[in-house]
Nanobody, 127 residues
């Protein structure tokens, strides 16, 4: 079993920065690629970005490129999503997801490609 716990969400203003964390536990973190998704109520869960299990391949959705950055701390088993210059349309519940061996040669962009999910953290961006 893999457990994922997101934290760091909250209410921020447009233009602010915010850092989300995804704490991994249960199995060997170094074997898992981790992705971030986000979801508005009534809408699909959208890919934000991912980092490979090795940690050297990072992919982003177009909406995140240049503003969001994903890193991972293998010692702490945490994956971070640094969100800069946030916009109101970034408002969503943000989820992290993990999959064994994922994200090295190509990103896994669909939610159904991931077996393990966190409970989500709400990010609200005001104008």
């Amino acid at each position: 079993q893999v457990q994922l716990v997101e934290s760091g969400g909250g209410l921020v203003q447009a233009g602010d920065s915010l850092s989300l964390s995804c704490q991994f536990s249960g199995r060997s973190f170094s074997n898992y690629g981790v992705a971030w998704f986000r979801q508005d109520p009534g809408k699909d869960r959208d890919f934000v970005g991912s980092i490979s299990w090795i940690g050297d391949r990072i992919y982003y959705a177009d909406s995140a490129k240049g503003r969001f950055f994903i890193t991972r701390d293998t010692t702490k088993k945490i994956t971070y999503l640094q969100m800069n210059n946030v916009r109101p349309d970034d408002t969503a519940v943000y989820y992290c997801a993990a999959e064994w061996g994922a994200g090295q040669n190509y990103p896994l962009r669909r939610p159904d490609e991931y077996d393990w999910w966190g409970q989500g953290t709400q990010v609200t961006v005001s104008t």
